[in-house]
């Protein structure tokens, strides 16, 4: 019974996860920063073993190069709602006062 109960939190997670606008999901920005960090340490590690091949660190540069941008279109998006949100409230505050006012 608690192995049903397992799989339906693990469907819900991916549902929720894989639905439109859930780039902002701290859990999923928080796998996301896992995954950039486990990378980011296997280069580390074989830039050690390979005592410092060049590749290797170009890729290193890439990959935070790619976690940098990621991190900033989340902060991107993060802003564009709360403007967005601003612009809605205002608009509705101007529907109001213009029913008020009929």
Not at 45 to 70: D, K, M, P
């Amino acid at each position: 019974m608690t192995h049903d109960n397992s799989e339906s939190e693990d469907t819900s997670f991916f549902s929720n996860i894989l639905q439109p606008g859930s780039s902002l999901h701290p859990t999923f920005l928080l796998i996301v920063d896992c995954a950039f960090l486990i990378l980011l340490l296997v280069f580390v590690t074989l830039a050690f073993l390979t005592r410092g091949n060049l590749h290797i660190f170009a890729l290193i540069v890439i990959e935070l190069g790619l976690w940098g941008s990621v991190k900033w279109f989340v902060n991107e998006l993060k802003r564009m709602q709360v403007v967005e949100r601003e612009q809605n409230k205002g608009e509705q505050s101007e529907n109001v006062a213009a029913k008020k006012t009929l």
